[in-house]
């Protein structure tokens, strides 16, 4: 009996056991399926949270700095209108519409002032544009593009309004280097007159040459003072011509003086040579008197031209008088 019931409870248990484990199993799968799926979704929102938090990132950096080019392009506009504006209401654009400007200088202020009217219509038409630019949130390639235009624009025009002002800064300046440049060509001048003078004095010749040399370079430098007040370019070219004739007038002046040394050597050597024949052969022999009157004419043309100051051949005079002494010499 009690292995009958034994047996019997055995099987019961193990019956049992199945049940509950298959109980077990069954309820479990759906709550680990639901856990999955539950987790899963969670997942997928935090990556697309994780993913608008970058666009929207990537936006606002953009937006970030396209708005510091639009700001640079806004600035660069500026500082080239205020110096095109400074530009135009110059000094010297006033005196040039006044009238005070002529010659080569006023032409060439003319095609500056111009080009500078040129480029402040094009600032204005800039500023309507950099004015009306915005820059969007959500938009990525367009503005981006649009801006980098107006900021390459600001950036040429600012180059050229600094080109523009270096321009006429050294027209400015060439005024004022040129009378400070007068000064010294004019000293130059009364020291080569001095030294004129004093070479006229020693050889008690006129130098009539000489002299209009230095009147034209003196010419040429008033020409030069006059010039300066209404047109610097003429009144340089003025003063670069003065200073080539004062280097020109100063090397005849040197010249001159060492002629004039070689030539009194002249006229002493066929003073000596004269006196010489003329004791040979006597003073009033034929032979005598065609040397003394040929070599005199030789004598008397080096001097016409010395004394006007005039550049002579005195090395071929020289030789035509030893010639005409070695012919008297060998017909003796």
Not at 53 to 75: G, M, N, P, Q, Y
Not at 210 to 227: G, K, M, N, V
Not at 243 to 263: G, M, P, Y
């Amino acid at each position: 009996m009690n292995e009958v019931l034994k047996v019997t409870l055995n099987g019961d248990l193990d019956s049992v056991v199945e049940s509950a484990i298959g109980a077990a199993v069954a309820e479990s799968i759906p709550a680990i399926f639901s856990f999955i799926f539950s987790n899963f979704v969670g997942i997928l929102l935090l990556l697309l949270a994780f993913f608008l938090i970058a666009v929207l990132a990537v936006l606002w950096l953009k937006r970030k700095i396209v708005k510091r080019w639009l700001d640079k392009a806004r600035f660069r506009h500026r500082e080239a209108s205020a110096k095109l504006n400074g530009l135009i209401l110059s000094d010297t654009f006033k005196d040039l519409n006044n009238g005070f400007i002529q010659g080569s200088t006023r032409q060439s202020l003319e095609r500056l002032e111009q080009a500078v009217l040129a480029a402040r219509r094009q600032a204005e038409q800039l500023q309507s544009r950099l004015s009306a630019q915005k820059v969007p949130f959500f938009s990525l390639i367009g503005p981006v593009r649009h801006i980098g235009r107006l900021n390459a624009e600001a950036n040429a025009l600012l180059s050229q309004s600094k080109r523009y002002e270096q321009e006429l800064a050294g027209t400015e300046r060439l005024a004022g280097d040129m009378r400070s440049s007068v000064g010294p060509v004019r000293q130059r001048a009364e020291e080569l007159a001095v030294r004129l003078d004093a070479v006229s004095a020693e050889t008690g010749y006129p130098l009539d040459d000489l002299r209009a040399a230095l009147e034209r370079t003196q010419a040429t430098i008033r020409q030069a003072e006059y010039s300066g007040s209404f047109d610097a370019l003429k009144a340089q070219d003025d003063i670069r011509k003065a200073q080539h004739e004062a280097d020109a007038l100063e090397r005849q002046i040197a010249e001159f003086r060492k002629s004039a040394d070689i030539f009194r050597e002249i006229k002493r050597r066929t003073e000596r040579q004269l006196e010489r024949i003329a004791v040979e052969r006597g003073q009033e022999a034929n032979e005598v008197s065609i040397i003394v009157r040929q070599s005199g004419e030789i004598v008397r043309l080096l001097e016409e031209s010395m004394q006007t100051g005039k550049a002579v051949d005195l090395r071929a005079a020289a030789a035509e008088l030893e010639q005409l002494f070695k012919r008297a010499a060998a017909d003796g």
